[in-house]
């Protein structure tokens, strides 16, 4: 059974707590959290939390808390934010929570500064995984983590494991769940949070992340900062948001996946090429394929209906940011809609042409744009069958997993992301066809 908070206010203190409460919620989740009726049907139109009831204070409540406490039972705090310039005390009811709390040493507070600390008091008793790749990105790994570690374990009881070429991050967060653990931190690459990621799906445990990785294509996505520092806050803020997550061949999927070009690109961008030149190396590597993709033969399956098309490229993308440029055929790549975004790109007749409709599609994504080309072919879906011939090389999150055919499909909402509280998510506002056929959300009423 969860330890209980009592949240209660003066009348004129409420809109103060209801802030309070939605900007925690994330710790308070995992609390019993107990309130009055009136102040109950306010807060519940502000925030997901459960919230049991009590009597109002003038009715007997502050009687019913003192019980509790008397009882034993197990209660983590009592915030009750008072009014300021009240200044007769001998008529509250908090005079009595005031002297049973000193009595039997329980935490409470009357105003936000002393709400907060019991919130940082009860962050403290918070276990948290860290799953640590010291070979991702180019900095000192060691320097990583201590500073990770000064920023995090003042707030979180902090346990760290290291991948290695024996343990991948999907075995240790898979270790890390079955312990129980109220948060799971991937720092590394794209490719170590995908593996995280794919642990921890539908297990409302939430996933932060610290990226560290050459691209961290995943992070700039979600609007998470790709320093140390910044990423580390925003995890201590603890705001959640769900967002979806696909898997591809069996295999979870965050960002991308990638066939043709994307994917001969990151086979030449090597480990040791990322660490020289970072993410020029893409670039780099991009830029000598040109020279070399050529068309393939593609068969795509949806809903059972089959279409054919010559691409040199194809995405399927869940979240990508605008620098992921082979996913922004409509402008929007959105986190949450349940739905996948689709881009086939056929050959340009030359390198000029390739460099225009690249940076074309870097400006679609940047200004939120659907663009329109005549060899690009933008839609949304839930799930997508691609067939090639010859077989082509497929990355996906950052890393080449074999070669088509495919099957990639969406798990809407799946997944639980620790964000910025300033990040806001797209919302879809337009669909796109394929072979002149509409594809929308109605894949998604199966």
Same mark, same amino acid.
């Given at each position: 059974?969860?330890?209980?908070?009592?949240?209660?206010?003066?009348?004129?203190?409420?809109?103060?707590?209801?802030?309070?409460?939605?900007?925690?919620?994330?710790?308070?989740?995992?609390?019993?959290?107990?309130?009055?009726?009136?102040?109950?049907?306010?807060?519940?139109?502000?925030?997901?939390?459960?919230?049991?009831?009590?009597?109002?204070?003038?009715?007997?409540?502050?009687?019913?808390?003192?019980?509790?406490?008397?009882?034993?039972?197990?209660?983590?705090?009592?915030?009750?934010?008072?009014?300021?310039?009240?200044?007769?005390?001998?008529?509250?009811?908090?005079?009595t929570l005031f002297r049973i709390c000193?009595?039997?040493?329980?935490?409470?507070?009357?105003?936000?500064?002393?709400?907060?600390?019991?919130?940082?008091?009860?962050?403290?008793?918070?276990?948290?995984?860290?799953?640590?790749?010291?070979?991702?990105?180019?900095?000192?790994?060691?320097?990583?983590?201590l500073l990770i570690r000064q920023l995090?374990?003042?707030?979180?009881?902090?346990?760290?494991?290291?991948?290695?070429?024996?343990?991948?991050?999907?075995?240790?967060?898979?270790?890390?769940?079955?312990?129980?653990?109220?948060?799971?931190?991937?720092?590394?690459?794209?490719?170590?949070?995908?593996?995280?990621?794919?642990?921890?799906i539908n297990t409302n445990i939430p996933?932060?992340?610290?990226?560290?990785?050459?691209?961290?294509?995943?992070?700039?996505?979600?609007?998470?900062?790709? #320093?140390?520092?910044?990423?580390?806050?925003?995890?201590?803020?603890?705001?959640?948001?769900?967002?979806?997550?696909?898997?591809?061949?069996?295999?979870?999927?965050?960002?991308?996946?990638?066939?043709?070009?994307?994917?001969?690109?990151?086979?030449?961008?090597?480990?040791?090429?990322?660490?020289?030149?970072?993410?020029?190396?893409?670039?780099?590597?991009?830029?000598?394929?040109?020279?070399?993709?050529?068309?393939?033969?593609?068969?795509?399956?949806?809903?059972?209906?089959?279409?054919?098309?010559?691409?040199?490229?194809?995405?399927?993308?869940?979240?990508?940011?605008?620098?992921?440029?082979?996913?922004?055929?409509?402008?929007?790549?959105?986190?949450?809609?349940?739905?996948?975004?689709?881009?086939?790109?056929?050959?340009?007749? #030359?390198?000029?042409?390739?460099?225009?409709?690249?940076?074309?599609?870097?400006?679609?994504?940047?200004?939120?744009?659907?663009?329109?080309?005549?060899?690009?072919?933008?839609?949304?879906?839930?799930?997508?069958?691609?067939?090639? #011939?010859?077989?082509?090389?497929?990355?996906?999150?950052?890393?080449?997993?074999?070669?088509?055919?495919?099957?990639?499909?969406?798990?809407?909402?799946?997944?639980?992301?620790?964000?910025?509280?300033?990040?806001?998510?797209?919302?879809?506002?337009?669909?796109?066809?394929?072979?002149?056929?509409?594809?929308?959300?109605?894949?998604?009423?199966?």
């Amino acid at each position: 059974m969860a330890a209980i908070i009592f949240l209660l206010a003066d009348d004129t203190q409420q809109e103060t707590l209801v802030n309070f409460v939605t900007q925690h919620e994330n710790v308070l989740s995992h609390y019993q959290l107990i309130s009055i009726d009136n102040f109950i049907v306010y807060l519940k139109q502000k925030t997901w939390l459960k919230i049991d009831t009590v009597l109002p204070l003038r009715q007997g409540g502050d009687i019913v808390i003192a019980s509790k406490i008397i009882a034993g039972e197990d209660i983590a705090g009592v915030i009750y934010l008072v009014e300021p310039t009240q200044t007769n005390l001998s008529e509250f009811p908090l005079l009595t929570l005031f002297r049973i709390c000193n009595i039997y040493n329980i935490p409470i507070a009357t105003n936000i500064g002393t709400a907060e600390a019991i919130i940082v008091q009860l962050r403290r008793t918070r276990s948290a995984h860290l799953i640590f790749n010291p070979v991702s990105g180019v900095g000192n790994a060691n320097q990583d983590l201590l500073l990770i570690r000064q920023l995090l374990e003042p707030y979180f009881h902090l346990h760290i494991c290291f991948t290695t070429a024996e343990i991948d991050p999907t075995q240790l967060a898979q270790a890390a769940i079955e312990d129980g653990i109220d948060l799971v931190i991937a720092s590394g690459g794209d490719g170590t949070v995908s593996a995280v990621a794919g642990a921890v799906i539908n297990t409302n445990i939430p996933l932060g992340i610290i990226p560290r990785g050459t691209a961290n294509a995943f992070s700039v996505g979600l609007g998470i900062p790709t #320093n140390i520092q910044g990423a580390c806050e925003v995890i201590i803020a603890g705001l959640i948001r769900t967002v979806d997550m696909a898997y591809c061949n069996g295999l979870p999927m965050i960002l991308l996946a990638g066939i043709g070009f994307e994917a001969e690109t990151v086979n030449k961008a090597d480990r040791d090429a990322k660490k020289r030149w970072g993410p020029l190396a893409y670039i780099m590597a991009g830029w000598q394929q040109l020279k070399e993709q050529k068309d393939f033969e593609t068969e795509i399956e949806i809903n059972g209906e089959i279409n054919q098309v010559e691409a040199a490229a194809i995405t399927i993308a869940n979240v990508a940011p605008a620098t992921s440029v082979l996913a922004q055929g409509l402008g929007q790549i959105i986190p949450d809609d349940g739905l996948l975004e689709v881009l086939i790109y056929t050959s340009p007749v #030359n390198k000029m042409q390739a460099v225009a409709g690249i940076m074309g599609l870097l400006g679609a994504g940047l200004l939120k744009a659907e663009i329109q080309r005549d060899n690009l072919i933008a839609f949304r879906t839930q799930r997508i069958k691609i067939a090639t #011939n010859p077989p082509q090389k497929v990355v996906l999150d950052g890393e080449i997993i074999g070669t088509t055919p495919i099957e990639v499909e969406c798990v809407p909402r799946g997944l639980k992301i620790i964000t910025p509280a300033f990040f806001s998510l797209p919302t879809v506002d337009n669909i796109g066809t394929l072979d002149g056929v509409e594809v929308d959300e109605i894949e998604n009423t199966e």
